[in-house]
């Protein structure tokens, strides 16, 4: 139970920076399709990539956002949501996610 309140309360707080993020960057809309978010990938250099809303709700990319909240707080600094891992882990992860 308390496990599913954190994932929740981790979601709720990604959806809701995202949603900050957005007003604060008019770019960051206009770029986006609804139903997405923009993240920053990378360990020394991040690559933007933009990936369905739907993936935070999966316990793969919450472990993900869980790292990111620990090293980056919501004090990201591309602006975006950064996720410090190698591109090849992030592909790695997304293809299963879109596989399921």
Known sequence: MGLMRLSSSL???VKCFTRLNSI???????DVPRGHLA???GENQKRRFVVPVSYLEQPLFQDLLRLSEEEFGFD???GGLTISCEEDHFFELTALL???
Do not use: K
């Open 39 to 41: 993240v920053y990938v």
């Open 76 to 78: 990201h600094p591309m």
């Open 11 to 13: 979601v709720s707080s």
């Open 98 to 100: 879109h596989a399921s």
């Open 24 to 30: 604060r960057n008019s770019n960051y809309q206009r």
